[in-house]
């Protein structure tokens, strides 16, 4: 049995969840978010629980469990608190500002780089460096802040480009040097 597919999900006050016809929703102070679900998962809510089984013990079953709980846990945690991704821009020369809905880049190239916020994605700025990607899908906000990323992905000489905050560089030495024969 699944580790993760045998927890029971705690729905918080504020959050309404349902399940019609293998479409799992829930709504919650900061939006609304559906998932289809495979007809071998069922999804039980009682009360202020929710708990997920599978049909039989087939691998592709087995698979599915864990990853429809996980998927239901990630929809009432972004209904109610939301989710955020921090990316940091290293390099002289290399800043970032918003304006109005727009994230204009300066990342060493001849023009700047504008990226637009969507409509359930949001960002905010702090200093001219610091990028927050804000919302309420985990997978968008993962995916909008690796596009973001690929922009200028960080290099391992000196460390310069976009990179995530909790993300660690390898560092590689430069050129050896030339050495003389006697």
Do not use: C, W
């Not at 998962?41 to 708990?51: K, P, Q, Y």
């Not at 939301?82 to 970032?96: A, D, P, R």
Request: proline share 3%; net charge positive; aromatic share 6%.
């Amino acid at each position: 049995m699944s580790r993760i597919g045998r927890k029971p999900i705690n729905i918080p006050n504020g959050v309404n969840v349902s399940f019609v016809d293998g479409v799992f929703y829930a709504k919650g102070p900061k939006g609304e978010l559906s998932q289809s679900v495979n007809s071998n998962i069922f999804v039980d809510i009682n009360g202020s629980v929710i708990t997920v089984s599978r049909k039989n013990d087939e691998k592709s079953n087995r698979a599915l469990h864990g990853l429809t709980r996980s998927l239901i846990f990630n929809m009432i945690e972004g209904v109610t608190n939301g989710f955020s991704k921090t990316l940091e821009i290293n390099g002289v020369g290399y800043k970032v500002q918003k304006q109005a809905k727009n994230l204009v880049l300066s990342l060493g190239f001849s023009h700047k780089v504008v990226v637009s916020e969507s409509d359930d994605i949001t960002f905010e700025v702090q200093g001219s460096n610091k990028i927050i990607v804000h919302g309420i899908d985990k997978q968008k906000v993962g995916q909008f802040a690796a596009n973001i990323r690929s922009k200028r992905p960080p290099e391992p000489y000196k460390g310069k480009g976009i990179k995530y905050d909790d993300e660690v560089i390898r560092r590689k030495e430069g050129k050896a040097g030339k050495t003389t024969k006697k």
